[in-house]
Each structure stands twice: as structure tokens, then as C-alpha cells.
């Protein structure tokens, strides 16, 4: 369904940056422009942890930080046990890039939330096609909604500027994956916080 949005993608400006961002190329794409009422909010999450022996799934640590997931979405998450986590609004869909032949480790993360919001992932988009994401995200399809988003970090700043937000920090750290950007909109104005996961032992505050 969503790679529709492919041929229904217009008004989507890449701009390619000129300068270099430490360890790597600047690639920036504009806000697309919303055809319909955005959703409520979108959640974008990187995938969780990986191997390092070229799989593309995820390590033993990634998998219990998808087996966590969920409790960001309790209504009594981070309640007397010290976390320091508010209860976030569930996500209603979720997304995620869809399997290349090196990873698929963004559907892996969100599998044991899917199970446990019964929900199906929508995996139909390829990492590179985020602007194609963005489009059918603010094409008014998702309106009112809460969304959750697991992509791969290289395109999450990216995919957050095509949303209309400025990421807080670019590019995302290669060893950071332990973070939840909530985009809201209210208005037809966009607000980015950057939120700790605080799901497993070490988790950034």
C-alpha cells in the first residue's frame, strides 16, 4: 500500500549538501508538502542492536531491546521502578524499511510490538524511498493517527526533514540505539523531542 505513495509523490525537493558532515556526506531533503491532515504523531526509532558479522538480524541485545519495546507503550511504564519513562500514546501503525539483503533488522524491532499491539508492520518502502514515506505519511491517509516508524539510521535525519522537523542532531550516531523522536503536530506545526528509551541496562537518560 504504501508504495502507492510512489505515484502520488509530488512536490518533493532533494537538496544535496554541499558541505561534509563528520564521517560522511550531507544529504538533506526539504519538508514535503502535505496534501492532508498529517497524523497525530509519528514516533521514528532506529532498529535495535545489530551483529557485526555481516547478518542482517539483529544481535542478542537487539532482540531483547524488541522484546522491551512494547513497555514504552503501557499505560503503567517507567511507574515506581526508577526509569524515569512516561507512558507514550500506542501507536495505531506501524512501519518499518522493508528487507534488503543486508538487514532486516527494522521489521525484527518492532515484531514483538506488533504482536503485542496486534498490529500489522507495513514494510513496503525501501530504505532510499524515504521521501516517498514522508509523502504518504502527510497525504492525509494517516490523519489524527499515531505512527511508528523503524528505519536505519543513515535516513532518519533525512525522513525527520521531509516530515517538516529539524533533527536535533545529524548525522545519528552509529553506536546510539536507545533513542525515540516524537514528532507532534498541533496546528499544522510540527514539534521534535528527542526521548530516551530507557529500556535496558546503560540506556542513554
Request: overall charge positive; hydrophobic content about 45%.
Amino acid at each position: 500500500m504504501l508504495r502507492a505513495a510512489k505515484f502520488r509523490l509530488v512536490l518533493v525537493y532533494l537538496t544535496v549538501g554541499l558541505g561534509l558532515l563528520a564521517g560522511g556526506q550531507s544529504v538533506f531533503a526539504q519538508a514535503v508538502a502535505a496534501t492532508g491532515q498529517p497524523p497525530a504523531t509519528v514516533y521514528l526509532i532506529r532498529h535495535a542492536e545489530k551483529l557485526t558479522d555481516g547478518r542482517l538480524d539483529l544481535s542478542e541485545k537487539g532482540f531483547e531491546r524488541a522484546k522491551a519495546l512494547p513497555l514504552l507503550f503501557l499505560p503503567a511504564a517507567g511507574s515506581g521502578n526508577g526509569s524515569g519513562r512516561v507512558a507514550l500514546a500506542k501507536p495505531e501503525v506501524l512501519i518499518a524499511t522493508h528487507q534488503s539483503p543486508k538487514s532486516n533488522r527494522p521489521v525484527e524491532t518492532i515484531e514483538p510490538l506488533a504482536a503485542a499491539l496486534k498490529l500489522p508492520i507495513a514494510h513496503e518502502v525501501m530504505n532510499d524511498d524515504y521521501a516517498a514515506l514522508a509523502a504518504d505519511l502527510l497525504s492525509g491517509r494517516y490523519a489524527g493517527k499515531v505512527v511508528l516508524v523503524s528505519w536505519h539510521h543513515g535516513k532518519i535525519p533525512a525522513l525527520t526533514q521531509a516530515l517538516g522537523a529539524t533533527p536535533p542532531y545529524t548525522p545519528w550516531p552509529e553506536e546510539q540505539f536507545d533513542r525515540i523522536w516524537r514528532m507532534d503536530w498541533k496546528d499544522g506545526k510540527v514539534v521534535l523531542t528527542d526521548l530516551p528509551q530507557s529500556l535496558l541496562a546503560g540506556d542513554s537518560k
